[in-house]
């Protein structure tokens, strides 16, 4: 059978496998933090009641939910808003930022510990507990610094990352996708991160390739022998970058391979990212047709690349005969 067809994956493909969609995941994350890392639970929710504020203000309803990734915008802008150029012309900012609480406990203890070094009877010099005193000194020190340090941003990708690896639901609908994408399609381009699609092969029997095996050496995407080719636009959770480098693994020490966040974070100059949309590019238009499942074209960027698809199809339609080919 000709293989003639590109297939792209949107987040609602992953919704029947137990991978929530990109509103439900907001209260995922959230829940996820406020179990493990509670300031970082604190400063998420705030950024959530500003945006539903500001929903509001311009009209709209307060009750409906908030797009995780415009969450995630919102707290990486105020996080590094010291980088923002228009910080110059903000008089002030709402500091939310959560702040370190001071161990009472533990200060009263050190404290403690210094002062029974003085000996403060008449007639004796007095004498302090060296190694106590820096004890204080270093904490005092720690606190402020805690006081006054950010939250790190991987901590919210990796409770997403949790989110997007908990498949909980029946994924045969998956498996007889690859099957059809093996006789039947140039390559598969997903938008998603999770590894629904790589699981499905392997229960299959079918070999994935991400088309990176060249990229650590030679910094260039090629698709080796395989029953599917898999083009993961904005990168997957098992993905990790060290530099300019990606190598896969179930955890890693570096960041994670993730373009996340909104239209303006899904264009990026390091990694194999844009090479991986030309390729993607390449195949689309040596297709005959596109299958689109679970996207709901709201990114631009992805939707430029489409664009010519329509244009031809409408072309077609109309009787004009235009070549698509490269």
């Not at 009472?104 to 404290?111: A, N, W």
Request: charged share 25%; net charge neutral.
């Amino acid at each position: 059978m000709e293989q003639d067809t590109v297939i792209l994956l949107g987040a609602g493909a992953s919704v029947d496998a137990g991978i929530p969609d990109a509103l439900s995941l907001t209260e995922r994350v959230y829940e996820r933090l406020s179990a493990r890392l509670p300031n970082e639970a604190r400063l998420f929710s705030y950024v959530i009641a500003k945006l539903i504020t500001k929903r509001a203000r311009q009209g709209g309803s307060p009750f409906n939910r908030v797009n995780i990734e415009e969450v995630y915008d919102a707290l990486k802008r105020y996080v590094e808003r010291e980088n923002d150029p228009l910080n110059e012309f903000v008089y002030s900012w709402d500091d939310a930022l959560p702040k370190a609480e001071f161990n009472r406990d533990r200060f009263e203890k050190v404290f403690t510990k210094a002062v029974q070094g003085l000996d403060i009877r008449l007639g004796r010099s007095a004498s302090i507990d060296g190694s106590a005193v820096r004890d204080l000194s270093q904490m005092i020190e720690n606190s402020l610094s805690e006081a006054n340090s950010k939250p790190f941003l991987g901590n919210y990708l990796n409770a997403l990352v949790d989110c997007l690896t908990d498949e909980s639901a029946d994924q045969e609908y998956l498996t007889q996708l690859v099957r059809i994408v093996e006789r039947q399609c140039i390559s598969l381009g997903s938008l998603n991160y999770d590894k629904l699609i790589e699981n499905a092969c392997m229960r299959s029997g079918f070999s994935f390739d991400y088309g990176l095996s060249s990229w650590n050496d030679r910094r260039i995407v090629r698709f080796d022998p395989s029953d599917v080719k898999l083009l993961k636009l904005h990168g997957s959770v098992n993905w990790f970058e060290h530099g300019d480098r990606i190598t896969m693994s179930e955890k890693g020490a570096f960041k994670r391979g993730m373009i996340f966040g909104g239209q303006g974070d899904k264009l990026v100059h390091y990694g194999p990212y844009l090479q991986i949309r030309y390729e993607f590019n390449k195949h689309l238009r040596r297709a005959k047709k596109l299958g689109v499942i679970g996207y709901s074209f709201q990114d631009l960027h992805m939707n430029a690349l489409t664009r010519f698809i329509h244009e031809a199809a409408a072309a077609k339609w109309m009787g004009l005969d235009l070549t698509l080919a490269a």
